[in-house]
């Protein structure tokens, strides 16, 4: 059930007014809910565009889904607002995570600075045994405007604000003693949708100029907290979506609030070049990946490495590799990276002495060694104005 306090149904649920304006207009006017539908089989809620979920919200749009559900465009018609609203599936362990979500949203609102760095929570409820949060309506993520734009990486000013407002919000959840734990170019939104066209640098087999997109405002905030931990409490072994999970996450060493740090060099990254540091689904080609661009792996985290990483080396502190690999194409696939200095040169430009030297302090091996939020943003790379 809701969390706040009951409230006495207005007059526009009940008759219907204030539906959203008429360019917006799916289906029928009114606030009577659809009949029930039985959740399809992976327990997501099944609706139909123009429906109503509860009397006050119209359904717009789907906005996107993942393991956790779905989030819906939805009409508010008691605010007269778009909304975002995360329907999560009738899974009792997903219902979990969205109470967990519930309870670090709540506590993150409760300093003003929490405003402004991650997205804002209304209120929630439970319908049809689907718990639905209500959020403010943001603008695409950072993975959208990359994929709209065919990977073309963000102008290194760009990369320069997303960055100081990322670890902006990662200091403020770390002082709190949270750790998001999924931090990825998906879960960070741009607050606007609007965008401006300019020339790319890419051009086509016939030399034409081809336009990107960039947004009209730099301005981000942080979402999606259904896997935040907090510090003090047991961990799970396996955390973050693969691509952007720290070392010590896959060599079994435990993990705290530095495996948030090593997320956001892989994003930084991520965001200057257009793709990800290191695409691999498998451990063993992963860590190779980590080596080719960043040295090898310490040797006293190998031999304390959990027993079923230890498959991974060979004469206890020496990776198992290529000797280990499964295909030639994966051999191919670590060779082909660059050294992280390189890397970065190659997308940088002016930046690129300060870049690097941030990027090698966000994604040491040693997690204990690794720069702090606060500690990156007082970081050389960030000392120039705010977001636009």
């Known amino acids: ?56 919200y119209k359904i717009l749009s789907k906005m996107g889904e993942g393991t956790f559900g779905r989030v819906l465009e939805c009409w508010d018609r008691e605010t007269r607002e778009y909304v975002a609203i995360k329907v999560v599936r009738s899974i009792r362990k997903y219902r979990d995570a969205a109470m967990i979500e519930i309870d670090v949203l709540n506590r993150l609102a409760e300093n003003e600075r929490y405003r402004s760095l991650c997205v804002q929570i209304q209120r929630w409820f439970d319908y049809r045994n689907h718990i639905c949060i209500v959020f403010e309506k943001l603008g695409p993520s950072l993975y959208d405007f990359l994929k709209r734009n065919r990977y073309q990486p963000f102008p290194v000013e760009l990369v320069r604000e997303f960055g100081r407002q990322l670890l902006e919000s990662v200091a403020y959840m770390h002082e709190l003693r949270l750790i998001h734990t999924d931090l990825k170019p998906e879960n960070i939104l741009l607050v606007s949708s609007e965008y401006i066209k300019v020339p790319s640098s890419k051009k086509n087999s016939q030399d034409e100029i081809h336009c990107k997109c960039l947004p009209k405002s730099s301005a981000i905030k942080l979402i999606d907290f259904g896997s935040t931990a907090f510090d003090n409490q047991e961990h799970n072994s396996i955390v973050s979506t693969r691509h952007y999970r720290a070392p010590e996450i896959i060599l079994g060493l435990g993990w705290s609030l530095p495996c948030d740090i090593w997320s956001v060099g892989c994003i930084l990254v991520e965001l200057c070049s257009g793709e990800a540091l290191f695409q691999t689904h498998e451990n ?60 970065v040169a190659r997308n940088a430009d002016y930046s690129k002495a300060s870049l690097a030297d941030l990027l090698y302090g966000l994604l040491k091996f040693e997690p204990s060694e690794r720069l702090t939020a606060q500690e990156a943003l007082d970081h050389p790379f960030f000392r120039i104005p705010g977001p636009t």
């Open 1 to 56: 059930m809701e969390s706040s306090r009951s409230r006495k149904r207005t007059r526009q649920e009940l008759d219907g007014a204030g539906d959203p304006p008429p360019e917006r207009e799916v289906v029928a006017r009114g606030g009577a809910s659809p009949p029930w539908r039985d959740d399809d089989r992976d327990g997501h809620y099944v609706f139909d565009l123009g429906e109503n979920l509860t009397r006050r």
């Open 284 to 343: 063993l080609e992963h860590l190779a990946m980590m080596e080719r661009v960043l040295g090898p792996i310490p040797e006293h985290m190998i031999r304390k490495a959990s027993s079923s990483a230890q498959k991974y080396f060979r004469r206890g502190a020496r990776l198992n590799w290529p000797e280990g690999a499964v295909t030639r194409e994966s051999i191919r696939a670590v060779r082909k990276l660059h050294r992280l200095k390189d890397l």
